[in-house]
């Protein structure tokens, strides 16, 4: 039987139990602050953000939205931001990306500050993640971390696969796989469009995380009997549907499962966890600005 990983009820857990971190914060007059930082008028960055503006207002969670003329300057931007890192009541910020072409992406993060970079794209996290002590871990491989927990996947001494390398979740994926502690110590592979042949890394694979962005890459075929396989990508595609499109993963769902002992599915398997990780990092930075301690699931 193929376990189909729940990242609803595991998100919902995980939230539960983070509740309970607010309301200790609370006891001792400390308010969680998010904020969201929007430059563009992307449907689906605005999605993306009124989502984590809702999850905050779910789970008490102070929610603060800045949006910023996308053909403002990028001065508008910096302003903001140092506003946020200034503002002691926000405790963590991010701000959505892509960002307007005449916005250099690499100074935006720069320049909010460490102790609130909730996202943990800062170069400074990135460091600190990479040498195995990490402030803020990326959202979508602390989840992904925290989905194999749940479903008691073991990844000491595994061989993994991360397919794709981008900064926010094949990079860190794969340095969270490498660490030497719990849900680390994975023999790890990555790969990325000029790998040369994929199918024949990930057929080795115990552990396959896909993170490509391309609709269904990784089919049955390309799977080992038995492994555990998580699907991250989001992709539409066309589909008669009353929206003419549906969501898929980078996984043939169907072909995958049936070689697979676990299995996300999409929607509903990594997604959930990413906002929720989110909300983790945004509690950790309060808990570590007001020097209350919690106890973090
Ligand atoms: P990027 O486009 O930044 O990176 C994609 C990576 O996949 C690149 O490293 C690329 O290689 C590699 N890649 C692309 N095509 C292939 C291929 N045919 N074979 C092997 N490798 C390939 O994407 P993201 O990392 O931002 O996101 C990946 C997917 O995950 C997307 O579908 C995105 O929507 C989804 N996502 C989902 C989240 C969630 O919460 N569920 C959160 C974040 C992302 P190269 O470097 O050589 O170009």
């Known amino acids: 039987m193929t376990h189909v990983l729940d990242g609803n009820a595991i998100g919902d857990r995980i939230r539960n139990d983070l509740a309970e971190c607010i309301e200790t914060l609370a006891a001792a007059d400390v308010r969680p602050g998010l904020a969201t930082v929007l430059m563009s008028e992307d449907p689906a960055s605005e999605t993306y953000v009124s989502m984590k503006q809702q999850a905050c207002e779910e789970i008490g969670i102070r929610g603060v939205h800045r949006e910023i003329d996308p053909d403002a300057p990028a001065k508008a931007l910096f302003?903001?931001?140092?506003?946020?890192?200034?503002?002691?009541?926000?405790?963590?910020?991010?701000?959505?990306?892509?960002?307007p072409?005449?916005?250099?992406?690499?100074?935006?993060?720069?320049?909010?500050?460490?102790?609130?970079?909730?996202d943990g794209f800062h170069p400074e996290n990135v460091g600190l993640l990479v040498a195995g002590h990490a402030r803020f871990k990326?959202?979508?491989?602390h989840g992904i971390?925290?989905?194999?927990?749940?479903?008691?996947?073991?990844t000491e001494g595994k061989d993994a696969v991360v397919v794709g390398r981008s900064d926010?979740?094949?990079?860190?994926?794969?340095?969270?796989?490498?660490?030497k502690s719990p849900g680390g110590n994975a023999t790890t592979t990555v790969c990325h469009s000029r790998t040369d042949d994929l199918g024949e890394k990930t057929r080795e694979a115990d552990i396959v995380i896909a993170a490509a962005g391309y609709p269904e890459l990784v089919d049955g075929s390309m799977i080992k009997e038995g492994?555990?396989?998580?699907?991250?990508g989001v992709?539409?595609?066309?589909?008669?549907?009353?929206?003419?499109?549906?969501?898929?993963?980078?996984?043939?769902?169907?072909?995958?499962?049936?070689?697979?002992?676990?299995?996300?599915?999409?929607?509903?398997g990594?997604?959930?966890?990413?906002?929720?990780?989110?909300?983790?990092?945004?509690?950790?930075?309060?808990?570590?600005?007001?020097?209350?301690?919690?106890?973090?699931?």
Request: aromatic share 4%.
């Open 79 to 99: 302003e903001r931001i140092d506003e946020l890192n200034d503002d002691p009541d926000v405790h963590g910020f991010l701000v959505q990306m892509p960002v």
């Open 101 to 118: 072409d005449h916005v250099d992406e690499r100074r935006v993060l720069r320049r909010v500050d460490p102790h609130k970079d909730v």
């Open 138 to 141: 990326p959202a979508t491989p």
């Open 145 to 154: 971390q925290k989905l194999l927990e749940a479903a008691d996947v073991d």
């Open 168 to 179: 926010i979740v094949g990079k860190p994926m794969a340095n969270l796989l490498i660490q």
């Open 227 to 232: 492994a555990t396989v998580i699907d991250v």
């Open 235 to 268: 992709n539409r595609v066309e589909a008669d549907t009353e929206k003419g499109y549906k969501l898929v993963g980078d996984v043939e769902f169907e072909s995958a499962r049936e070689k697979a002992s676990a299995i996300t599915p999409v929607p509903g």
């Open 270 to 297: 990594v997604g959930p966890m990413t906002i929720t990780m989110l909300l983790y990092n945004t509690v950790k930075a309060a808990s570590i600005q007001s020097g209350v301690s919690v106890d973090l699931p």
